[in-house]
């Protein structure tokens, strides 16, 4: 596509209640948002880095940055390809000397795909499932919940999300507040509820650095049935990660860890996952995402798509992802009213009885989703424009 003009904007979207994770708490969620704009149309895209850098070394400041002075620049004077325009598969030569910043990378190749999917009158998800079966046509609703003071609360909680149509719910963990908090949610949830835990790297078991082994603490987990430990280790620690799993009964899934396709693979190979956790802004592309996706459905290996406190445009293509075949588990796709009372495009919404809820897919063109401009432009903290 020719790219004339990028637009990047900085939304500030407060969240219903606070969302607390091992590694923070969030509060009011702002993202930068991305719009390319060419002579044949637009594309829009949603940079998954959080407003502090907590989950990984990206944040919403420094993201916004990234776009505006690195990646637009090369975007717009497209030194690699002459003046015909770029298309999505040749994003990565052409951010080929930016190192890291995956999540600024994605979010210009989200809007970049959504640019080039509503020229080919296509969806995204057809777009990242192009080979029989194609995607789904909904998603099962799968709902994150933060850490919670008590597991009473938690067990509430995991009812009313429960009631509200959710079949899968993963529960964030800690050291310390672990065993009492998942017996109560699964006590809450029922046999039938698809539970999940995550620590966001939180334990150890490093016997070298004086007593501490977390693996005992969550080895008691094993009895809860849960369906995965989401990243129990460190991110850079895939050894540990392949001993743990020899110690547990329950399956290991990354997240963190997994920044390539490449390390996936090393992961699954080495026996330090089982399950993947797939975040197309984490790989810096939702091509590769795909990619991994194909991957797993082709080795028989469990995989969902996670989420990142997204608006309702990093949703869209988080479900146009899910809707991929190798999605084979429930993942992070909730309803959009579970984080925010406002959005910048239509709510999705769960569909479904209690516990066995979905959420349509968009089958519209590219995100499939009517972006509300003037809302936009009210959460807007700050927007630049970078023209050719
Ligand atoms: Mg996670």
């Not at 990243?231 to 390539?260: G, V, Y």
Request: hydrophobic share 45%; with cysteine.
């Amino acid at each position: 596509m020719r790219i004339e003009a990028v637009e990047v904007r900085i939304v500030a979207l407060p969240l219903v209640t606070p969302f607390a994770a091992s590694h923070g708490t969030t509060s009011i969620r702002t993202a930068v948002l991305v719009r390319l704009a060419g002579p044949d149309g637009e594309g829009w895209g949603e940079c998954a880095a959080l407003p502090e850098p907590t989950y990984s070394a990206e944040f919403v400041d420094d993201a916004f940055l990234t776009i505006r002075d690195v990646l637009a620049p090369r975007l717009l004077t497209n030194p690699v390809f002459g003046s015909g325009g770029v298309s999505s598969v040749e994003l990565p030569a052409l951010f080929a000397d930016v190192v890291g910043h995956p999540m600024a990378k994605a979010a210009i190749e989200m809007a970049l795909l959504d640019f080039e999917c509503r020229s080919a009158n296509v969806s995204l998800a057809h777009r990242l499932a192009p080979n029989p079966p194609g995607p789904t046509a909904s998603v099962p609703a799968g709902v994150a919940i933060g850490l919670l003071d008590t597991p009473d609360a938690l067990a509430q909680q995991i009812a009313a999300q429960i009631a509200e149509g959710y079949g899968r719910v993963k529960i964030k963990i800690a050291p310390g507040r672990d065993i009492e908090f998942v017996r109560a949610a699964r006590e809450a949830a029922g046999r039938d509820i698809i539970l999940v835990v995550d620590a966001n790297g939180a334990y150890r078991i490093d016997g070298s650095v004086g007593e501490i082994d977390d693996a005992r603490a969550l080895s008691q987990l094993d009895e809860f049935d849960l369906a995965c430990i989401e990243q129990p280790l460190a991110a850079d620690n895939l050894l540990d990660h392949a001993e743990l799993a020899r110690r547990l009964d329950t399956p290991i899934c990354l997240d963190e860890s997994l920044t390539s396709a490449s390390i996936t693979r090393q992961a699954l190979d080495m026996g330090a996952c089982s399950v993947v956790c797939v975040k197309a802004p984490r790989y810096g592309s939702w091509l590769v995402a795909a990619d991994v996706l194909d991957h797993c459905a082709g080795n028989d290996i469990p995989a969902w798509v996670g989420g990142m406190l997204d608006t309702g445009l990093g949703r869209a293509a988080n479900i146009a992802l899910a809707a991929h075949p190798g999605a084979t588990m429930p993942g992070d796709i909730s309803a959009t009213s579970r984080f925010f009372s406002e959005d910048v495009c239509p709510p999705f919404v769960v569909d479904g009885p209690a516990g066995a809820g979905s959420i349509a897919v968009p089958t519209g063109n590219g995100l499939g989703v009517a972006v509300d401009q003037l809302r936009i432009e009210r959460l807007t903290t700050n927007v630049d424009l970078i023209r050719a």
